[in-house]
């Protein structure tokens, strides 16, 4: 697989996530009419792009008959040996970037 394209309704938000996994933006352009980039990291690379004026996604869990996109997996295996430890640790990372962001 080449990569894996990623729609967001805030790119900032979703770079910083992304980040906190260890990809990095190799490239940022726009897309004719909004903000995108490529990022690599855990073997793979994955393209975001930036929704103007995003409408709810449907609920893929709730909705039993819900075909398409489900979910990305990533293997952490390589950079953490405790997974329970590290999401803690991103979703505290997460928060403090947040907080950063809002001030």
């Known amino acids: 697989m080449h990569h894996a394209s990623i729609r967001t309704a805030n790119i900032h ?23 995108a980039c490529w990022m690599e990291g855990l073997g793979g690379r994955i393209e975001l792009i930036q929704i103007p004026e995003p409408k709810p996604a449907p609920d893929a869990f709730a909705d039993e008959h819900y075909v398409g996109y489900y979910h990305l997996s990533f293997d952490l295996t390589e950079i953490t ?23």
């Open 13 to 35: 938000q979703a770079i910083a996530f992304y980040e906190h996994l260890g990809f990095t933006v190799c490239e940022r352009f726009t897309t004719g009419y909004t903000l």
């Open 81 to 103: 040996a405790d997974l329970p430890s590290w999401l803690t640790n991103l979703k505290e990372r997460m928060a403090i970037a947040s907080q950063s962001q809002a001030e």
